[in-house]
């Protein structure tokens, strides 16, 4: 089937270096952010999530920086390898959770 | 079952018909969810369930499209007279229960072309 990320900004990196994925969010109100990664055919798997009264958060090999100022949130990933090839998007929610906002994603390129 | 299960995972049709997508949740979550993902875009928000009823259907971009989860457990979006701009992805997610500490687990989609 069809790529999910075929119009979207790509980010290619060599694996092994390390990754960072930008996204810039819309609502103010916002205090729950999540990062999901999807591949092609499947559905969005939540990587690593952070909320507002933190500025990061770190799991593994992962780590989520929150600038609340300019409303930017970034993904770090740390040794990049081929199977972290996919499309990222970043999330962001307030109030009862049950409705997410999602921005425009990013496609991340890892090559040998 | 072990995830969210969506039925069927593709569907043509044409212009003006009717189409039924199924989602099959996780077995005991209680809030289910409805997003629609066109190419290259993000998921976009259109409808979700706590237990049986519509709790939130803001997203639903008009009349044509309808949702229901009769018994709490399996949900069924409805669209009527298709268009072509309703060709996407539409994604179903599961939670135990609605708020900041249930994570959402995505479905993999049934990928709607109308011709």
């Known amino acids: 089937g069809e790529s999910v990320g075929l119009h979207l900004p790509t980010l290619s990196v060599q694996e092994g270096d390390n990754s960072i994925i930008n996204c810039a969010y819309s609502n103010s109100a916002s205090d729950y952010f999540i990062w999901y990664k999807q591949e092609s055919g499947k559905g969005p798997q939540f990587i690593i999530d952070i909320r507002s009264n933190m500025d990061k958060r770190q799991g593994q090999r992962v780590t989520v920086l929150l600038n609340k100022t300019v409303k930017h949130l970034s993904l770090q990933i740390a040794a990049t390898q081929p199977g972290d090839s996919a499309v990222y998007f970043c999330a962001e929610g307030s109030g009862g959770y049950n409705k997410l906002i999602f921005g425009a994603g990013t496609r991340l390129a890892v090559h040998p | 079952g072990a995830g969210v299960s969506q039925t069927p995972s593709n569907k043509v049709t044409e212009k003006g018909k009717y189409v039924e997508l199924r989602c099959d949740p996780i077995s005991g979550h209680t809030a289910l969810y409805w997003y629609r993902q066109s190419l290259g875009q993000g998921p976009e928000f259109l409808i979700y369930f706590q237990g049986t009823g519509a709790a939130d259907d803001s997203g639903l971009p008009n009349d044509r499209f309808f949702a229901v989860r009769p018994e709490g457990s399996v949900s069924t979006l409805k669209i009527q007279r298709t268009e072509r701009g309703d060709s996407a992805v539409y994604l179903c997610?599961?939670?135990?229960?609605?708020?900041?500490?249930?994570?959402?687990?995505f479905g993999s989609g049934t990928r709607l072309t109308v011709v």
């Open positions: 997610a599961s939670s135990l229960q609605v708020g900041i500490d249930y994570g959402y687990t």
